[in-house]
């Protein structure tokens, strides 16, 4: 098992400027903020950008060339505070061209003070050459489980609101253990994808699973995140199937927003008897928390951001935030409601997540040192632990899901 690792909250609580989901907001925010109906306004779409599932994803990093040597193909990204996962060692997705290419980067061979030159792993789809001028970088690296070497089957779970996608992966050999993955905000199922090695090697079965307004399991009426407040009821239909297929122990394994849903369904849940335990990946464990963050890395003022806070938690909101139902803002503060957690949670967070701050996560587990297990990484990016240190991730969580289902 890993080590418990010094869970002082030693990691900054506020983010560095320029990175935040919510930077769409700050050039709405400056010192018109301090005016009344301009600091309303700002309020209301700051609020609104919380729970709107986004419609775009922009292409952040700038690329210089593309080219081969003779071991293959290679691309040189520019440098830039923007483009921070741009010269991050370790393997990445490469999106391209609008959505509409896909490739894998891997090592660094070449940086100067301007460019980072990576080798490219694999091209999926798309044509990536001279012509790419711009992409994005996230953690997926496989886009289905069969590009990872796994058999798997479709399968539709009967959710409250309707029929939501999975992926069923199976044992290797018939097993009652299951880990059900939940994805996080603005991400996919393929986000998961990177934890499914260590669930075979621990004899489970893994359901990776949609939730609502995802873009792929049915919406909800209003279209909008509730930060976990209601996506947990589709993780419980999971859980439903999981039952039905014959679990008996099951996991819940949750990537940041993710985990803040699959916290609030060990709460929730009906089944609690079957849950063996929590595997948390940069999670949210304290949207409060979260949104302070980001709101000052994009120089939101307080008030805004406070008056947003509101926007969410009231009925009176929803003209603004376009929410059916208000989101219960106090649920989703785990280091508030450390002592109602009763189950083993493995906890990994990076203090350069660089947008969900570490701190409530050492905060809970120095809260709760007799059911945390806290592995805390340097450098890695919000979600991209597995990427930057796949060793260390793997090995954490396979000793961890042993533990759990009584493996040797």
Partial sequence: MPERRDNRSEAPRRAEHGVSLLGVIAGVTGAAATVA?????????LAKTVVSPPKRRPEDVRVQAVWSDADGLLITLAASPEAKMAGEPGIYSFWFDEGRGHAVIGAIVDQTWDSITRRVERVDFGELDGTVRRGRINGWVWLTPEGAGFDYENVVIDGPL????????????????????????ASARAEVIRGLAVVQQAQANS?????????????????????????????????????SRGARRIVLAGWSMGGA??????ARTRH??????????????????????????????VPVRQFALQLLGRSWGK???????????????????????????????????????????????AARPDIVTFVPFKTARHCKLWNHDQQLWESSARDWLDARFKRS
């Avoid at 999975?166 to 994805?183: F, G, K, M, N, R």
């Avoid at 595997?279 to 928390?289: E, I, N, R, T, Y």
């Fill in 319 to 365: 003209v603004a935030t376009g929410l059916d139902e208000p989101i219960d803002l106090a649920t989703l503060n785990w280091v508030a409601r450390a002592g109602e957690l009763k189950k083993p949670i493995l906890l990994l967070h990076s203090d350069d997540d660089g947008f969900v701050p570490s701190g409530p996560s050492r905060e809970l587990a």
């Fill in 261 to 266: 849903i699959v916290l609030q369904t060990q």
């Fill in 37 to 45: 109906a301009a600091g309303v306004a700002a309020s209301a779409l």
């Fill in 207 to 243: 359901l990776v699973v949609s939730y609502r307004n995802d873009g792929e399991a049915t919406p909800s009426t209003d279209n909008r995140y509730s930060l976990g407040d209601t996506e947990w009821e589709d993780v419980e239909a999971a859980i439903d199937f999981a039952i």
């Fill in 272 to 301: 609690a008897r079957r849950i063996a335990g929590l595997l948390l990946d940069s999670p949210v464990v304290d949207w409060g928390d979260a949104l302070a963050y980001q709101s000052d890395a994009s120089h939101v003022p």
């Fill in 162 to 185: 309707g029929p939501n996608p999975a992926w069923l992966v199976p044992a290797a050999e018939p097993s009652t253990d299951w880990v059900i993955h939940v994805h996080g905000r």
